[in-house]
């Protein structure tokens, strides 16, 4: 067999193999606590739930059009107007499998040999291997700690030159945990005036976790781009809904229809089940979203106080999403070792920086999509193992 070049182009996501190892290791009977993974440990709403399986006794068993019912898409333009108070088009909106549908899309659309997409390093791993994937050349965004792993704007239309057709923003990120600042984003958005050709691709997955009063900053909010905005959100994380396989995507008028026919092509339609109980989801109580969004932000607090105890970690207190990205250049170990001795011998799954982009040397992940009790166990296990690697105290800076 002679498979096609572009699959030996194709990059993973390093957070489902350290899984894999997690649950080997737990089925001989370690005791693991999983910091690795980046779902909600909370369970769907059961009114969400209880949708899906109306809908199925309800006989919603068929394919429904390409781009979700309209139902759904009248619900995500009513819920976008509700949140951002904006106006968008609901044939405009192109329900997918998850979040990633809408990122493979864009890559699809505007990837190609010779052209240039940027996206940010660290970034969320699929970013460059779809990328790469599509023929075009990865270009990094450089996030920076010291601006709580924001970009720098004017770095980034420098950055811009002919061959570039898409820019991926995402803020609240992961694997950071930064929320970039309104001013930078502004910046940025004013600088794109000058380069009229170039989309932007705005993954706003975790819209809805952001802390300490701050409110999420859409690019939604500058209509002097939406004529080539792709804004990608979803329910994975919000609902706690990553297994349901639910994503929408805005399009601009003029990609909508490509990114219909791309669905049409790839998978056909989003179940239907799904798409009912995606409609309960932002038409019902959002109880259950602050809630988590409360246990979150405790933990938040609780696991970068901890993480800053431990002798050379350094971390800042992420504003966004579920992830907290602590510096550990002070610990000598670089990223992947760090990850694989936590794992195999204290029993922490954490992930290497390094798997969310050459950038990411020297930091280490962990989602605190676990208990306030698990997070504390995993970093005392951590501390007691540097100690015993005789890493130094804790840098005061
Ligand atoms: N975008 C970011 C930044 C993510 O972290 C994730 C999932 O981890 C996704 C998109 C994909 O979400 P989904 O599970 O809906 O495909």
């Excluded at 006989?59 to 976008?80: C, K, M, Q």
């Excluded at 997955?205 to 300490?212: E, K, L, Q, V």
């Amino acid at each position: 067999m002679q498979i096609a070049d572009r699959m030996g182009r194709l990059g993973t996501e390093s957070a489902f193999e350290v899984l894999a190892r997690a649950n080997g290791l737990a089925a001989q009977g370690r005791s693991i606590i999983n910091l690795g993974i980046g779902q909600p440990d909370f369970s769907t709403p059961p009114n969400v739930v209880e949708a899906g399986r109306k809908a199925l006794a309800d006989g919603h068993h068929g394919y429904t059009p390409a781009n979700g019912i309209p139902e759904l898409r009248a619900a995500v333009a009513a819920d976008v107007a509700q949140r951002y108070n904006a106006e968008i088009d609901p044939d405009q909106v192109v329900c997918v499998p998850g979040g990633k549908v809408t990122m493979a899309f864009a890559m699809l659309m505007f990837g190609q040999a010779g052209t240039e997409i940027m996206y940010p390093d660290p970034g969320f791993p699929i970013y460059e291997s779809m990328i790469r994937f599509s023929g075009a050349t990865p270009v990094p965004i450089r996030l920076y700690e010291e601006a709580g792993f924001s970009f720098d704007a004017d770095e980034v239309l420098d950055q811009i030159g002919p061959a570039t057709r898409l820019i991926i923003l995402n803020s609240p990120a992961n694997p950071t945990g930064g929320v970039v600042p309104r001013a930078e984003i502004e910046k940025l958005v004013a600088g794109l005036a000058r380069h009229p050709d170039v989309a932007i691709m705005s993954d706003e997955i975790y819209s809805r976790m952001t802390y300490d009063g701050l409110a999420h900053v859409t690019l939604l909010d500058y209509p002097e781009i939406r004529d080539r905005l792709i804004l990608l959100d979803g329910w994975s994380k919000t609902y706690a809904m990553t297994g349901w396989r639910l994503g929408w995507g805005l399009w601009p008028a003029a990609l909508a229809e490509h990114a219909t026919r791309l669905a049409i092509n790839c998978h056909s339609c989003v179940n239907a089940a799904t798409q009912y109980a995606g409609i309960e989801a932002l038409q019902g109580p959002q109880d259950a979203v602050a809630e988590m969004v409360a246990a979150f932000d405790e933990r938040r607090r609780i696991i970068t106080d901890d993480l800053n105890q431990l002798p050379g970690f350094r971390c800042i207190k992420p504003l966004g999403a579920f992830y907290a990205f602590p510096n550990i250049t002070g610990t000598g170990f670089d990223a992947r070792t760090l990850q694989d001795r936590l794992l195999e011998d204290v029993g922490v799954a954490a992930i290497a920086g390094t798997s969310f982009g050459a950038q990411g040397e020297g930091y280490l992940r962990f989602s605190y999509a676990n208990s306030v009790d698990n997070i504390r166990e995993a970093v005392r296990r951590i501390g007691d193992w540097l100690s015993a690697q005789n890493v130094g105290p804790a840098s005061t800076d």
